[in-house]
């Protein structure tokens, strides 16, 4: 939408404040009053300012989001650029709370902003300001205004508008207008037609009777076809491939969901630092060609992290990576990682692990790859040692934005040292998994679901038996209230191994429980099953349940308390006569541009001998 006419009279819209008029303002998503002549703005020294902040009325949510708007209130801890620099930031604050008084449904409302006592609209440039200034904001924001009449034109048949809040009796937030109308002129584009666009717009607001009344009219335009797609800016990767990769051929009905799968696609190859595929349609024209413009980023990179658990003590890893390797985005890692490094002094008590990954993008289809990977690793466990080589190969596609399914067959030979004596494994299978996804951000989710599937099944040659491992695991986030200070956070997951016995499967099929992605304040996998002669080993069932409670109490600071819980059995369903291992603590998290930074602290509740008291660990990301 881009442009908006409305009838203002002594019925009509409007917005008063105590301040002149600003030069610009935004409503729907509109621009009024804008104007062409460039600002001039003086950096001179810093400027300190004391700032006073009221909303009159109970509006909690208005509250928090003014505080969120408002740039002198963000910024109040640190001196602004000077006079001019404060003046800047107090005009633009006059339209970013119109907007977000608008945005609740207030259109009566009054925002005062005074420096040293003067209303900040009214002041020249060259005013003289103390330092510090005193700043105060006033926000009357009046009486709630609902909507009367909300009308869209040439609505495509069968559009739902039902999540907006876009209709008569409900409140006037004007996010709901841009909403609607965004999502009226989606449906008609996902038909083909590209340039359909709400020129017009007539919003009329009744102050006595606290009513807004809106029409919007939809121009669908005609129904184009995609055009040629060309690409420039790669030196590396080779034109045609990513042409292919766009999976817009030519002639087919323009869609502009398929626009951003295209642009998700080249974004994933991970092979360029920017990707803009830009429609190009022409007035009149029913055929539209893409634009594709990469940018190359370094072929190749190599990396270095760490890890630290009191009870599993210092790890460190590293990789190389190559992201174009035969000039159609393949990508070469090679890994390795000691982890353990602290619970011994002899390096032979470590964990090893080296190993090499080829992924070619875009095999049989552009959102299938295929993956080749080789491992060597050594395990040093509480139950079970562990020498393991494997190789697998396979595909992964996305089936959806958020289902993505994949499929490996798998070779791995291993040589156990166990409760069991030495005994040596080797495996044939294929490993299938399907994820779905539905967090909104999945390092720091405050609300969604995530799902987990997977099935392996596999033939175990030195016994002879065929088995099948299968596991779901389901993560859910809620909100307590209408901000994300109070997050409540739960992990579910079951597992199952049928077909085979305990003692004739390796332990890597078997399940046990513990550690930072599993229950906290235990050693990483040291809980299983303890058979009637006393030997520990792996388990053919298992039930894990985790719950959190993440507060935030800064922008970047906040802790978690929570509590978890795991069950290991004997049986392929679940056991329930065998020990509920239970943890609890509280953790820190420190917001980054990475991520969260987590430092967990937890304990056993059924705390047996040997256990650690606590158990500490740090690591990027929630813990799930």
Known sequence: ?????????????????????????????????ESDEPETVELISPLNYDLTWTVQGDDVNLKTNIKRASALIRDMDQPASGRAGLLSAANGDYQLLVETLYARGYYAGRVSITLNGAEASDLPLDVQLPD?????????????????????????????????????????NSNAVRDAGRAAVKEWAKQGHALADIPDADVVADHSARKLDVSLDVVSGPKVVYGPVSVTGTNRVRPEFLEYMTDLPTGKTYDPDEVNKARARLLKLDAFSVVDVEEQPLEGADTMPIAVTVQDRK????????????????????????????????????DG?????????????????????????????????????????????????????????????????????????????????????????????????????????????????????????????????????????????????????????????????????????????????????????????????TLPNGDELGGRSLVEVSGELRTRLTENFGVVGFIDAGIVGTNPTPDWTQEINVGVGVGLRWRTGLGPLRVDVARAVNHRSGDPIVGVYIGLGQAF
Not at 317 to 332: D, K, M, T, V
Not at 340 to 359: H, K
Not at 520 to 528: D, I, P, S, T, V
Request: aromatic share 12%.
């Open 1 to 33: 939408m881009n442009a908006i006419s409305s009838k203002l009279s002594a019925t009509g819209l409007c917005f008063i404040m105590s301040a002149a008029p600003m030069n610009a303002i935004e409503i729907f998503g509109f621009k009024f009053f």
């Open 132 to 172: 510090p200034t005193p700043v105060v904001i006033s926000i009357d924001p009046g009486p709630v205004y609902t909507f009367r009449t909300a009308e869209i034109n040439n609505l495509l048949p069968g559009t739902n508008l039902d999540d907006f809040g876009f209709a008569p009796g409900l409140t006037a």
């Open 299 to 334: 072929p190749r990179r190599f990396g270095a992290g760490a890890t630290l658990s009191t009870l599993d003590g210092i790890g460190v890893e590293g990789f190389w990576l190559h992201r174009n390797i035969f000039s159609r985005a393949e990508r070469l890692r090679f």
């Open 337 to 529: 990682a000691v982890s353990g490094i602290g619970r011994s002094l002899d390096p032979q008590d470590y964990d090893y692990e080296l190993g090499a990954t080829f992924i070619k993008p875009g095999a049989f289809t552009p959102d299938t790859d295929f993956r080749l990977n080789v491992t060597v690793a050594q395990e040093k466990l509480d139950n079970f040692d562990a020498l393991t080589f494997s190789l697998t190969a396979g595909l992964s596609s996305v089936i959806s934005e958020r289902l993505t399914v994949s499929g490996d067959f798998t070779l791995e030979r291993s040589r156990i040292d166990d409760s069991l004596g030495r005994r040596r494994f080797q495996l044939y299978g294929f490993d299938t998994q399907a994820t779905y996804e539905r967090r909104d951000v999945p390092l720091d989710a405050t609300r969604g679901y995530y799902l987990d599937l997977t099935a392996f099944p596999f033939y175990e040659s030195k016994s002879g038996k065929f088995g099948l491992r299968t596991t779901a695991e389901a993560r859910a986030y809620k909100q307590l209230g209408s901000s994300e200070r109070f997050v409540l956070a739960g992990r579910a997951k079951i597992g199952s191994v049928a077909g085979i016995g305990l003692t004739e499967a390796p332990p890597q099929v078997l399940f046990f429980s513990g550690g930072g992605g599993s229950v906290r304040g235990f050693e990483y996998l040291a809980n299983g099953v």
